[in-house]
């Protein structure tokens, strides 16, 4: 049977090799580019990061264009990454694209095998289950959920680490019994945070801050809340907020008095809100 999804062109391939091509250019030692020769995989961290996170907001906008456009700057760190690799023979490009279609086949046999599944539930048991064979581990080492909570610790943003890991954790029974017990363990963590704030050290005032923390990331765990999307928006709304703020005032905001920013603050807020009504949307 044929399928009805659009096909990559040949052109693609070519256009895949001219970017390697070009990464190979720039970290070319005789002509390439100074500041690509002076990367290593771990300078390059923090543009692996940024470029994701790019790749989020580009989609979350819906313009394809620009969806487009940052999915090549995220491809760029792939093909980076694999360059400096090659130059230090630890692998290849070709064997990460190798490495996760096999993946990909092995992790699906629903699909490339004979194997029949009737939810996406099971999709994702077989899913954990291969990729614990994959990784030696027995069945006893895939019930403790430590090392998983360990994994997300180390390898996620701490937003969506903390979800992930009270969610396993309560998926195991470790869970309050209704919402009040949440709000309650706010309102210590939040007594503990001021104690060490007025009585201990700039170490354990961090641990207190990083206790209430969690105990709201289990507020909006509870509650069926984003919190990355939460303070995506509080972010971008402080910003909208500070750009009218800009527009309004006459002179530098240095100038203007705590009291006279804050009413600036408040006639911000109140023009976003009057725009965003006759445009339907919340400011």
Request: hydrophobic share 35%.
């Amino acid at each position: 049977m044929e399928s009805n999804q659009p096909q990559q062109h040949p052109e693609t391939l070519e256009a895949l090799q001219e970017l390697i091509d070009v990464v190979a250019k720039l970290r070319n030692p005789d002509d390439g580019c100074p500041w690509d020769l002076q990367q290593t995989p771990q300078s390059l961290i923090p543009y692996v990061i940024e470029e994701a996170y790019e790749v989020v907001d580009a989609i979350k906008g819906g313009d394809s264009q620009a969806i487009a456009e940052e999915l090549g700057d995220l491809l760029l760190q792939v093909v980076l990454q694999a360059q400096i690799a090659l130059e230090y023979q630890h692998f290849t490009l070709k064997q990460v694209a190798e490495g996760i279609s096999q993946k990909l086949i092995r992790r699906h046999p629903h699909v490339f095998g004979d194997i029949s599944v009737e939810s996406v539930d099971e999709v994702r048991q077989n899913w954990e289950q291969i990729k614990a064979q994959e990784k030696g581990h027995t069945s006893s080492d895939v019930e403790k959920l430590s090392s998983k909570l360990s994994s997300y610790s180390r390898k996620l943003p701490p937003l969506m680490a903390t979800m992930k890991i009270s969610q396993k954790a309560a998926d195991e029974g470790f869970e309050w019994e209704d919402i009040d017990g949440v709000w309650d363990k706010f309102h210590e963590e939040l007594q503990e945070f001021q104690q060490a704030l007025a009585h201990e050290t700039p170490v354990e005032q961090q641990a207190e801050l990083g206790d209430l923390l969690f105990s709201v990331l289990q507020l909006a765990r509870w509650y069926n809340l984003d919190p990355t999307s939460a303070l995506q928006g509080t972010n971008q709304r402080f910003t909208q907020r500070f750009q009218k703020m800009e527009i309004i005032c006459k002179r530098p905001l240095t100038d203007y008095s705590i009291e006279e920013l804050e009413s600036l603050w408040q006639e911000a807020k109140k023009q976003l809100k009057k725009e965003g009504r006759r445009e339907g949307v919340r400011e």
